[in-house]
T-cell receptor, first 109, second 115 residues
Framework: GQNIDQPTEMTATEGAIVQINCTYQTSGFNGLFWYQQHAGEAPTFLSYNVLDGLEEKGRFSSFLSRSKGYSYLLLKELQMKDSASYLCAVMDSNYQLIWGAGTKLIIKP | GAVVSQHPSWVICKSGTSVKIECRSLDFQATTMFWYRQFPKQSLMLMATSNEGSKATYEQGVEKDKFLINHASLTLSTLTVTSAHPEDSSFYIC???????????FGPGTRLTVL
């Protein structure tokens, strides 16, 4: 079956760096997405990786290793507004998105 | 990116009634829209894929007679929850995407509470 694993919850301090990992097993691969979702709101797009390596976008970076079925989202200079759930999703061979359960990130002052 | 709207943002209804949720693509023509359901502290669950001018494709375990989807135009898809029950209370989100491999753009979601 298809499976996306990510930690349920993480806690970090304002101003610090946090890495959220995601491992996946899917039937085919057409890219991996990271979305941010604040409580009670719809997800918003953060990043898309389809080739191995690191994609940097401001304070957020996303890494992909297709051979390992692994990705991480790196958040730098954490701000209180970064408190949210972070969803990892993989697009399979049928171009369907398979979603992880999300990682709730708690930022403490 | 694409702008997607949903209406209503939240709705409370009595058990046994039907509720219609609209999803509109505001700035481009969406041949495909997706309907998701999300229970508290759980991941998004794809309910169905809505294709303009044809029948929706439902995921396993989703009752197509209960969750009626109509994609009558390239900018509008509707989800009707028929004979709603308290267990249907959830956050319903629609999305669309630009091309097969593009990112998905989500509507703001509709929170349904069935009393």
């Amino acid at each position: 079956g298809q499976n996306i694993d990510q930690p349920t919850e993480m806690t970090a301090t304002e101003g610090a760096i946090v890495q959220i990992n995601c491992t996946y097993q899917t039937s085919g691969f057409n890219g991996l997405f990271w979305y941010q979702q604040h409580a009670g709101e719809a997800p918003t797009f953060l990043s898309y990786n389809v080739l191995d390596g690191l994609e940097e976008k401001g304070r957020f970076s996303s890494f992909l290793s297709r051979s390992k079925g692994y990705s991480y989202l790196l958040l730098k200079e954490l701000q209180m507004k970064d408190s949210a759930s972070y969803l990892c999703a993989v697009m399979d061979s049928n171009y369907q998105l398979i979603w992880g359960a999300g990682t709730k990130l708690i930022i403490k002052p | 990116g694409a702008v997607v709207s949903q209406h209503p943002s939240w709705v409370i209804c009595k058990s046994g009634t039907s509720v219609k949720i609209e999803c509109r693509s505001l700035d481009f023509q969406a041949t495909t829209m997706f309907w998701y359901r999300q229970f508290p502290k759980q991941s998004l669950m794809l309910m169905a894929t809505s294709n303009e001018g044809s029948k929706a494709t439902y995921e396993q375990g989703v009752e197509k007679d209960k969750f009626l989807i109509n994609h009558a135009s390239l900018t509008l898809s509707t989800l009707t929850v028929t004979s709603a029950h308290p267990e249907d209370s959830s956050f319903y989100i629609c999305s669309t995407r630009t091309g097969d491999s593009g990112e998905q753009f989500f509507g703001p979601g509709t929170r349904l509470t069935v009393l």
